[in-house]
């Protein structure tokens, strides 16, 4: 499989030159980098040059880089991440565009797949990229009240504001969030082997408690 990706990619190579950052496989995955500023050019041909047909967008995802890599990344803060299939040659890409800036901006691609419409607003609501062009660009997973973006590697655990509803308005409001700010503690995994050791006692023991 690797071997028919690598060849897929010298074909991409060969065809974008150098609106391509960057092209590479590992584990049988073809991922491509390019500049935001070309990114409808290259899908339009991804999509329809007979070398690749990529006919469907699978998903769009996007990627908060601070403090990735234990606060070492250099490069802009966010990315925009198209994962695209060819049911005629039944193969894969996965296409990365890296942007920066605020709000960070990118041009929709919805006139190449209508299929990225949802996933696009769903890119918008919980990172804050705009698509630039998209025909209906609102939040679709957070209400419309709603402060920030939650997938944003700043954005407070607790959130920004409240919901409730008042019984004197009579209707929902937002308020700032009451509750003290909480700080997620990672996940801590011990290799004391500990569990193991008791489970070895248990054994020896006679211990079933099945």
């Known amino acids: 499989m690797s071997d028919y990706y690598n060849k897929l990619a010298e074909r991409v190579r060969e065809r974008f030159g150098d609106r391509i950052s960057d092209c590479h496989v590992q584990y049988s995955q073809l991922t491509v980098i390019i500049d935001k500023d070309c990114v409808l050019s290259v899908c339009e041909a991804l999509r329809d040059d007979d070398d690749f047909l990529f006919s469907e967008c699978m998903d769009v995802c996007g990627v908060d880089y601070l403090e990735y890599g234990d606060g070492e990344w250099e490069g802009p803060r966010f990315a925009v991440v198209y994962h695209l299939l060819s049911v005629e040659h039944n193969h894969r890409l996965r296409l990365k565009v890296f942007l920066d800036g605020e709000p960070p901006i990118i041009d929709s691609v919805t006139s190449i797949w209508s299929s990225v419409d949802w996933f696009e607003r769903e890119t918008f609501d919980l990172f804050g990229i705009i698509f630039d062009a998209h025909p209906d660009l609102r939040r679709i997973l957070t209400d419309y009240g709603f402060v920030g973006h939650p997938f944003r590697k700043d954005f407070p655990l607790i959130g920004h504001v409240e919901m ?47």
């Open 164 to 210: 409730r509803y008042d019984e004197e308005q009579q209707r929902v409001i937002y308020q700032p969030v009451s509750i003290e700010p909480r700080i997620n503690q990672p996940r801590i995994i011990r290799d004391d082997h500990r569990y193991v050791d008791r489970v070895s006692e248990d054994s020896e023991g006679g211990n079933t408690n099945a």
